[in-house]
């Protein structure tokens, strides 16, 4: 599903003008951005969560020539899926 269409399902679910819609998923998306820019921990029950993770600089190698160089440390959003989305994507047990 694309941003686009989750903002038509949403104004067709709510009733609500694409223009509304796509304000809505903005606003909840660069909330869930905000958060993560401070580092903060994202959760919404039933789905995941989110949160940053550090990984340290490290020295590696030029796949290409073979060269030794410098990776940076860097902070990466990382996602974790909820209990209940992962048994409602695999079936839920005792379900046909």
Do not use: C, W
């Amino acid at each position: 599903m694309t941003k686009s269409e989750l903002i038509e399902t949403l104004a067709k679910a709510e009733g609500i003008t694409l223009k509304a819609a796509e304000t809505a998923v903005n606003v909840a998306f660069q909330s869930m951005e905000n958060a993560l820019i401070r580092s903060d921990r994202l959760e919404i029950r039933g789905f995941g969560s989110f949160k940053v993770k550090n990984y340290e600089g490290y020295k590696g190698r030029n796949p290409k020539t073979g060269e030794l160089i410098e990776v940076n440390s860097k902070k990466l959003p990382f996602f974790k899926v909820g209990k209940e989305l992962k048994e409602r994507v695999n079936g839920s047990e005792g379900e046909s």
